[in-house]
């Protein structure tokens, strides 16, 4: 059970389900229950139903458009030996589904609701429904499958009334025959990138656990002849928007090379922008695993990371690129300590891995190996299918 699903994927959580619904379709009989309009109903054998909002909900606050989705969903999940929800969007649907078809529920566990405090400001009261969603469907679940071990560090200090034992750890994946190096030109041209200069790259959502506004604020600080590439989607609210479009164009009266993206890439133009990475900028200041950094791997980018929640076990300091310290607030927001020490740490990793192409270049090289050796989606799945054996038992 999922929110997103190909082909309508907006985060690591719609990547991670498509992937997995890839590999495990030849090892199980899997049927996926996603929100949305109506999509093709095989994917790589898996069978697809859709749900949409019930039109009585309309005009509902979203977090009750999504307890209405999963009760839509519950007769779908009928003749099932197990459910396997991702995100909080259908974690309620999988602890119904789990009630009422008395079978085991397994959840994947992508981020926190405790942890995203500023969702507040996109859903109002939903987002203590949400909260409540989460942590109902935690403590309840037969098995929570964590993907970084910071991330099961996360469950049981948000909840401390889930059971250690049934917290396990699969890392999230990455597809190294579909994300390959490209060291053509033509789409990072069209796209405004001058490839004989160094760039920095992001790539991903304009949401607050993003810590975009920090990367603008260490753009500033970058040799002049780098250019910082923006892969951005829509910001999650106006006033966060308008923030971050403040101080781009704050950024663009400073320097030239200011290029902005602001669609969803194809995944061949995106592999392009990868490839010729100089170093690829993660400032999240909340981040369970990162997928965007294993992706940023496979295709030879060296990667500058905030050292925060999952990234230090996808990003090898020294080797595959530099995490950057991060001491933060315990408040849930994971603000920076001293935001302006964050900015300028951050700025010097990038200076330092722009400054040097030759080692930045190794770097990449080595975070490919990387994403090869330890994040195959098969090795995941294998794993994943040892989490439902032990609930079947």
Known sequence: ?????????????????????????????????????????????????????????????????????????????????????????????????????????????????PLRPWKAEQLGGGYAVSSWVEKTAYEAAAAIIAVSAGMRNDILRSYPNVDPDKVKVVHNGIDVELWQRDENDDAVRALGIDPSRPSVVFVGRITRQKGVP??????????????????????????????????????????????LIERMLPRNELIQVLSHATAFACPSIYEPLGIVNLEAMACGAAVVASATGGIPEV???????????????????GTPLDPEKFVQDFAAALTETVSDPARARKQGEAGRRRAEEHFSWHSIAETTLEVYRSVLK
Request: proline residues 6%; aromatic residues 4%; contains cysteine.
């Open 1 to 113: 059970m999922t929110k997103e699903f190909p082909p309508a994927i907006y985060g690591g959580a719609g990547v991670h389900v498509a992937e997995l619904s890839r590999v495990l379709a030849d090892k199980v009989d899997l049927r996926v229950h996603a929100f949305g309009a109506d999509r093709p109903a095989d994917f790589h054998g898996a069978t697809v139903r859709s749900y949409a909002v019930p039109a009585s909900l309309n005009e509902a606050n979203p977090a009750v458009q999504t307890l209405g989705v999963d009760l839509e969903m519950l007769a779908g999940i009928e003749g099932a030996d197990l459910v396997h929800s991702h995100t909080w969007y259908a974690n309620m649907g999988g602890h119904l589904a789990g009630l009422l078809h008395n079978i085991p529920h397994v959840l994947s566990a992508h981020s926190l609701e």
């Open 214 to 259: 920090y990367l603008l604020r260490a753009a500033k600080l970058l040799p002049p002849e780098v250019q910082v590439v923006l892969c951005a989607g829509a910001a999650d609210t106006p006033e966060l928007g308008a923030e971050v479009n403040a101080l781009i164009e704050d950024l663009r009266a400073e320097r030239d090379g200011v290029v």
């Open 315 to 333: 990003v090898d300091h020294g080797v595959t690129g530099t995490l950057v310290p991060l001491e933060q607030v315990q408040d849930g927001t």
